[in-house]
């Protein structure tokens, strides 16, 4: 690489961060000038991503691998324009097969496609070849546990999420993801044990609460249960569910009048929901009852 590219290309790398279209101007002068430039490919490549220019890119790509056919890296790159795109996963996968050496970054991106196209079970084994090469980052555990929980194989995602812990001891996302898992296994204790670790680390929205509450009725805790299902209604007023998974335990515990309480409320922000809907009938029929009895 001569002087004059070299300096071209650190003219448009110092444009690129505060003027792009000059950056973009200098590389495509450069290579109409110097169509073997492999470098200005992949810089317009990265400013037009970056800008979410996904048509630009996939045309100063195909020019290069006119330049330089079978290149992996463009192939890669091609790949990564396609899988950015919703829908378009299966042009990736197209692309990241031609590629001859396989990377562990291909591997990782080919994994992501797959899932996009619900084939989890193919992504989790490229996946696991992987593993060792980005377990420096509590998303490669993440990932790889929440493919073991789409496909219900929860032994196998608490296995990956407690080396996850392990290594991260303090992350929010990997204590709830264990909470998840274990509620589903219904082992309420455990559950609550990461449900509560989440809450203390940091998880704290209204689906979040109603989790947690929901896990606290299931162990028969029924005033945390009652006290998290209003913490989750504090957080969001608009979460319908918690104001009906509360009003099903008044009702449950004869409390009538604050399962009415938290209908009504739930009915004048959703008149139209089924569910509350069912509930207040539910809970008009116990009225009637009783005033029978009397």
């Not at 444009?15 to 073997?36: R, T, V």
């Not at 990782?108 to 496609?113: D, E, I, L, P, T």
């Not at 496909?151 to 993801?177: C, M, Q, R, T, Y």
């Not at 009538?256 to 207040?280: E, G, M, V």
Request: positive net charge; charged residues 30%; contains cysteine.
């Amino acid at each position: 690489m001569d002087n004059y590219i070299k300096a071209k290309l650190l003219e448009a790398e110092h444009h690129g961060k505060k003027n792009w279209l000059l950056a973009e101007e200098i590389l495509q002068e450069l290579i109409a000038e110097y169509p073997d430039t492999f470098k200005a490919y992949e810089m317009l490549y990265y400013i037009y991503m970056k800008h979410r220019l996904f048509k630009k890119a996939e045309k100063i790509i195909a020019k290069g691998l006119l330049e330089f056919p079978d290149d992996s890296q463009l192939n890669f790159l091609m790949g990564n324009v396609y899988l950015t795109q919703k829908g378009k996963a299966h042009k990736a996968l197209e692309w990241y097969s031609k590629i001859r050496i396989e990377t562990p970054e291909m591997l990782f991106n080919k994994s992501v496609a797959l899932v996009y196209l619900d084939r989890r079970k193919e992504a989790v084994t490229f996946f696991k070849e992987i593993m060792p090469y980005f377990n420096n980052l509590v998303s490669t555990y993440t990932f790889l546990a929440e493919q073991y929980v789409a496909l219900k194989e929860w032994d196998n995602a608490i296995s990956v999420l407690i080396s996850a812990e392990k290594n991260f001891p303090l992350n929010k996302e990997v204590a709830l993801l264990l909470a998840k898992c274990y509620d589903n296994k219904r082992n309420w204790i455990q559950a609550f044990i990461y449900f509560d670790k989440a809450a203390r680390l940091g998880c704290d929205s209204a689906e979040f609460y109603n989790d947690f509450a929901h896990c606290c009725y299931n162990m028969g805790d029924i005033d945390k249960a009652i006290g998290h299902y209003k913490t989750s209604i504090q957080k969001n007023i608009f979460f319908i569910k918690s104001y009906i998974d509360l009003s099903k335990i008044y009702i449950a515990e004869k409390d009538f009048n604050s399962a009415k309480k938290y209908l009504h409320i739930a009915q004048k922000i959703d008149p139209l929901n089924i569910y509350i809907t069912l509930a207040s009938e539910r809970l008009r029929r116990i009225f009637n009852k009783d005033e029978k009895k009397k």
